[in-house]
Each structure stands twice: as structure tokens, then as C-alpha cells.
């Protein structure tokens, strides 16, 4: 027995190391698109040990279509499709019953203006895909998901970053119990449905705005209600999201180590912040151009219960404007490494 450890590229590539590592027995073939090999060359190898192929990787290879013969790759459990041409997720993709992993980045983001082809569908075939424990469809042009992904009951990861979804387009995934790690960001979200609250598994929840020359230039959603109720997460990132008002109810996110809420408008934050004692990383900051800049000039204040947070590692504050004596304050009783650069 031995373990199999992917070397992967990429935000979501690092969450699915973080999560998860497939350990393997037998023979394992794996076939990687390391070089200039052509697609046909690395398939007719899988082929040739296909009851011992597990991960298969046809990244970057110019292909529209994949042949019917990859569906004699009983045991694969995982495919990388990434940065490819198709317009869709080839069926026989749905044959492989044994996949695990299958990740289709894109190119580029919704509206690129580049000549790169995109996903723009997600067939509702995707539920034949019953052992599937993460997709990657981030960086493509895909603007709904199908009712039938509340059929992947085994789905743990989803990274969507990058699409054009809607907040309408999003309410099916709600339904994913069991998911633990969720990557939205990027998209035309402007909400999220109450149902939300179903992902009472949920660990990771990305959903940054888009950006352009440091400021956020997509649709903002503010805080829904919603995500204090997910009271399993231990990652929220919310970058430029127009928030004016940090909820009080964000004390019930008990779990939470990191919280990004980078370039939002908000001026405090609430004295519930102080329930998150977990806490090992906290981003309140502002990058000071465009239309950022005049939030810069106001004046930012830290609630009595910012001392609490004594597992705080990393604290980023950069861009605000906060008067000396309630700097003094938090140094005063924050772990004092966290502003040793400042000294």
C-alpha cells in the first residue's frame, strides 16, 4: 500500500491536497500531460493498463472531444480536463462510474473576451456520476447548474469560480448536503437563497468579487443572512462584496480560523466578532485606489472584543484609517507578533 499524492496548480488544486489524499493498492499507471506528448500517445498507454489506470491528466492538450475508449478505464478515479476546448463535458465521461475527481477549468473568466472555447453547459447527465467526490468547472462560461446536481450525494468539493452564475442559478446547490468546500467567487451573484442554509457541512465558502486594477468591479451581494447560520465554517472569504454592515450574528460562526473581508465599505466591526476566538487569520484591509480610496480617509474602530482573538496569526488591516490611540489599544492586547513589522 502506498499513498498517491497529487502536485497540483491553483487555488483549488491546494484545497483538494488540504482535504483529501487518495491512498491506492496495486499497480498504478498514472498518465500525466507533462510535455509536448500528444493526447493520443498518453491515451493508447492508459489504454494499455486500463484495469490499473486511476488518474488520468489531458490538461492543456487542445481537445474538443475524448474517444468512446476511455469509458474501458473501469478503476478511474480521477481526470483532469483542464484548459481544453470543450464546449461541453464529453458523455463518455458519464460511463466512467468510478470517478472521483473530475476537474474542466477553463481559460479565462466569464465575459473573456479571448477566442478560448468554454463550458457553457453542464449536461443533466452529470448525476450519472454517482461516486463523485469533487468537480472543478471554474473559469468557464457557464451560467446554471442542472436540477440533477442534487442527485451527487457523495460531492464534498465544488469550485465554480469564475462562471457567469446568477443567484437564481445557484439555488440547487443548496442541495448538496454533504458538501464541505464551495468556491462561487467571481460570478453575477447578488444573494443567496435562504436555502443555503442546508450546508450545514460546509468548511471552505469562497465568494470574492471579481476585480480589476485592485478594485471590485462585479455585481456585490452585501453579507446575506444566510451565511451565519453555517456554523461549520472555517473559511469565509467575502473581497469586495459591498459590505457596509458586518452582521451581529457573525459570533455564531464559532469554527471560523480565516475571515477575509477585504476592500468592503464597513467602518467597525460588530462586538460579536469576539465569539470567534479561533480565529488565525483576519483581512478587514483597503487597497487605496479608484473608488476604494475615499473609504481609506474614514475612520475605522475595533470593538472592546477584538481582544479576545488571541489565536490571530495573521491580521491585515492595511488602508485604514484608525486613530492612534485605538491602535495603541488593540496592540495593547492583541498577540504582539502581529505587529512586529510595524515597530
Aim: with cysteine; glycine share 6%; aromatic share 8%.
Amino acid at each position: 500500500m502506498f499513498g498517491l499524492f497529487l502536485s497540483l496548480s491553483g487555488m483549488a488544486k491546494m484545497i483538494t491536497l488540504f482535504f483529501v489524499a487518495f491512498v491506492l493498492t496495486g499497480s498504478v499507471v498514472v498518465a500525466q500531460s507533462t510535455d509536448k506528448r500528444s493526447a493520443e500517445k498518453i491515451i493508447t498507454r492508459a489504454l494499455i493498463h486500463a484495469d490499473t489506470v486511476t488518474m488520468l491528466d489531458l490538461s492543456g492538450m487542445e481537445m474538443d472531444t475524448l474517444p468512446d475508449d476511455i469509458a474501458k478505464l473501469k478503476n478511474l478515479k480521477i481526470l483532469y480536463l483542464d484548459e481544453n476546448n470543450f464546449r461541453t463535458i464529453p458523455q463518455v465521461v458519464f460511463k466512467l462510474k468510478n470517478l472521483e475527481v473530475l476537474s474542466m477549468r477553463g481559460w479565462g473568466t466569464f465575459d473573456d473576451d479571448t477566442n478560448h472555447h468554454l463550458l457553457t453547459i453542464v449536461p443533466s447527465q452529470i448525476d450519472k456520476l454517482t461516486s463523485l467526490v469533487e468537480l472543478n468547472l471554474e473559469k468557464n462560461n457557464i451560467t446554471d447548474v442542472p436540477q440533477e446536481f442534487a442527485q451527487l450525494k457523495s460531492l464534498r468539493r465544488l469550485f465554480l469560480y469564475g462562471n457567469g452564475l446568477s443567484a437564481a442559478a445557484v439555488g440547487g446547490i443548496s442541495r448538496l448536503y454533504m458538501l464541505e468546500v464551495l468556491d462561487l467567487s467571481a460570478n453575477n451573484i447578488t444573494g443567496l437563497p435562504a436555502s443555503f442554509s442546508n450546508l450545514k457541512n460546509l468548511k471552505y465558502l469562497g465568494l470574492d468579487n471579481e476585480w480589476e486594477e485592485g478594485c471590485p468591479v462585479g455585481d456585490a451581494m452585501g453579507f446575506p443572512n444566510v451565511l451565519c447560520s453555517l456554523t461549520n465554517l472555517e473559511v469565509l472569504s467575502m473581497q469586495g462584496q459591498s459590505i457596509d454592515s458586518v452582521p451581529a450574528s457573525i459570533g455564531n460562526l464559532k469554527k471560523l480560523r480565516m475571515l477575509d473581508l477585504y476592500g468592503n465599505q464597513f467602518l467597525y466591526l460588530p462586538e460579536s466578532i469576539g465569539n470567534l476566538t479561533e480565529l488565525t487569520s483576519l483581512n478587514i484591509g483597503l487597497l487605496c485606489l479608484g473608488n476604494m480610496l475615499k473609504l481609506c480617509d474614514l475612520q475605522f474602530y475595533f470593538p472592546q472584543s477584538i481582544c479576545n482573538l488571541q489565536k490571530l496569526k495573521s491580521f491585515f488591516f492595511e488602508g485604514r484609517s484608525i486613530a492612534p490611540k485605538e491602535m495603541d489599544r488593540i496592540k495593547e492586547c492583541l498577540p504582539k507578533n502581529l505587529f512586529k513589522t510595524e515597530e
